[in-house]
Nanobody, 115 residues
Framework: QVQLLESGGGLVQAGGSLRLSCAAS????????MGWYRQAPGKGRDLVAT???????TYADSVKGRFTVSRDNAKNTVSLQMNSVKPEDTAVYYC?????????WGKGTLVTVSS
């Protein structure tokens, strides 16, 4: 079993920056793709960014050029640097990964962007 713990959420003004982190613990095998998803109030959970073990990345169009995902394979962590945030970035952000055929989610961290 893998546990994912997100941190770094909070209140930030529009145009500001925030950095989210996620640490994996427990019985960790090879962590494949790691990523961030978000769920705004009243909406579904959407992809924000993913990163493979080789560093290859994907981003939602809405965050391209503003957010940067990174990972440390030795420490089993993934981070999301959020710059130039907008009110529409307000959401609960979830960390996700898969390992040995199982998919795992963190409990989420709330990001609120004030206008």
């Amino acid at each position: 079993q893998v546990q994912l713990l997100e941190s770094g959420g909070g209140l930030v003004q529009a145009g500001g920056s925030l950095r989210l982190s996620c640490a994996a613990s427990g019985t960790i095998g090879r962590l494949n793709v790691m990523g961030w998803y978000r769920q705004a109030p009243g909406k579904g959970r959407d992809l924000v960014a993913t990163i493979g073990r080789d560093g290859s990345t994907t981003y939602a169009d809405s965050v391209k050029g503003r957010f940067t995902v990174s990972r440390d394979n030795a420490k089993n962590t993934v981070s999301l640097q959020m710059n130039s945030v907008k009110p529409e970035d307000t959401a609960v952000y979830y960390c996700n990964t898969d390992s040995i055929g199982m998919n795992y989610w963190g409990k989420g961290t709330l990001v609120t962007v004030s206008s």
